[in-house]
């Protein structure tokens, strides 16, 4: 490897040892730096067979994060980590392991808080309303519908 391809190489570990990345985003952060697309197979494959980079990591972090930092849903998630090029079996298997039981506590903790700013005259304009929002946040339909019944009925 030779200086040039060595200081890039050095500058991508530094950024993947502070944070989790995948191949895409070093390849951008790359390309944002300057690194000659010749270079960049070459240092992400060494980036890979070191540990600096790691997909399965990657996602299973990612996902963690998302769904339960930014209370994303699941369907978001995926439309995400499809963006950045990651595999569908890898996106798939990741969105299975996320904690289901935690995962409705939050997506119950986000419906309760948007609830109570949503309520208007209409009964079920209100329904369609807190529904909407969560299916913009990427949760699933059959565990909104539930999960908005819920509330409905408690109230």
Known sequence: MNAVEQSYLEKAEQLCAS???CTSSVRRKLADWGCPIEMMPKIVDKLVATGFVDEI???KAYCESKAFSQKWGRIKIQSMLRQKHIGGELIAKAVKEIDDERYRAVLREVAEEKWKTCQVADPMRSRGKLMAFLASRG???EVVQEVVQDIINKK
């Open 19 to 21: 944070a989790e990345q």
């Open 57 to 59: 990591r990657y996602v």
């Open 139 to 141: 949760y699933e339909s």
